[in-house]
């Protein structure tokens, strides 16, 4: 990972890397591709989608975590209460938002679940504001023109039933929480190679969501064995490909940066149903991963020009911060 020294953050973030701006695109295309395909695996999985979000986590803090307890013992050894605080928080908030979100698809419209659980990338620029760190304008309408694009992907159909507005809050709630596990993957990930953090975040999301499984009832094993099948497919997919990836990159990519391309698993998700369903593809598709491009663009343009600027100020009286962790 690369890592500049930063007065104020200690590290400054890049979106480089070490092997170069070419790998650090297509490993976030590669995590798009795998949270797009999440959503048509789960639904071809004929199991309870909360004991699925269990197994995904389970199974991929196993495979992560055989690696890791390997070959990162003094890592696990070294962990300060702070690490574990963040994994904590981290996990927790990615099990609500596994909760949230999938109750919010049997409560409200599809696409209307899946634009508000969106406003992620909206919260995470919320929550840095509540932090006293301001973004440029010009990163808020990039966020403004990519929430858009959701929107004209989605249709974002709102209803007014009692019901569907208690889907919309929990949907509301999802994003939020996915907000708090990115920014908190972001913190720990300074400090905690990508093996060790998955697996106790992963590890913490499964333990919390066995507990909402065993206290709703869902069945853990009762599955035919194409489920099982298809929760193998959306751990090595969804989880590893996706999620993993993802936190890989919160290491050398802001939050609010990985926020918002996990926004093009929108339309990533409609383009993979129309080549390997022949679904016909909605013109709208076209024009909102436009939107959400060019929104992302601008974000990045500007935010690193805001970072630059950060680091240039600071330089002078900076100091020299301890290594980052090396994967």
Not at 52 to 78: C, H, K, S, Y
Not at 129 to 158: H, M, N, W
Not at 189 to 197: P, Q
């Amino acid at each position: 990972m690369y890592l500049r020294p930063c007065l104020k953050n200690n590290w400054e973030f890049s979106a480089r890397t070490p092997y170069g701006e070419d790998v650090t695109f297509f490993l976030a295309a590669l995590g798009v591709l795998g949270v797009a395909a999440s959503g048509p695996i789960m639904a071809a999985t004929a199991a309870p989608a909360l004991a699925i979000a269990f197994w995904r986590n389970f199974l991929g803090g196993v495979v992560m975590g055989v690696p890791a307890g390997l070959t990162r013992r003094q890592e696990f050894r070294r962990l300060t209460t702070s690490d574990v605080k963040w994994c904590a928080i981290a996990g927790l908030a990615l099990a609500l938002h596994f909760a949230c979100f999938i109750t919010a698809l049997q409560l409200t419209s599809v696409a209307a679940a899946t634009a508000l659980v969106c406003l992620q990338s909206a919260w995470i620029a919320v929550f840095n504001l509540l932090r006293g760190i301001r973004s440029a304008p010009q990163v808020l309408v990039g966020l403004g023109l990519a929430l858009s694009g959701v929107v004209v992907i989605s249709g974002f159909d709102l209803q007014l039933s009692a019901e569907a507005i208690t889907g919309d809050v929990l949907a509301v709630i999802g994003g939020a929480t996915a907000a708090i596990y990115t920014l908190a993957g972001g913190k720990v990930r300074r400090t905690l190679s990508t093996g060790t953090y998955t697996t106790l975040c992963y590890g913490i999301c499964s333990g919390v969501l066995l507990v909402m499984c065993l206290v709703s009832g869902q069945s853990l094993v009762a599955f035919p064995p194409e489920a099982w099948i298809g929760i193998v497919a959306v751990t090595a997919v969804a989880q590893l490909m996706g999620h993993t990836v993802f936190n890989y990159l919160l290491a050398t990519l802001s939050p609010l940066v990985v926020s918002m391309i996990i926004l093009l698993e929108i339309p990533g998700a409609a383009i993979l149903a129309a080549v390997f369903l022949s679904e016909a593809l909605p013109w709208g598709t076209y024009l909102g991963l436009a939107l959400i491009m060019a929104g992302l663009a601008v974000v990045v343009l500007f935010q690193n020009r805001s970072a630059h600027g950060r680091m240039k100020r600071g330089a002078a009286s900076s100091l020299r911060p301890s290594a980052p962790p090396q994967e």
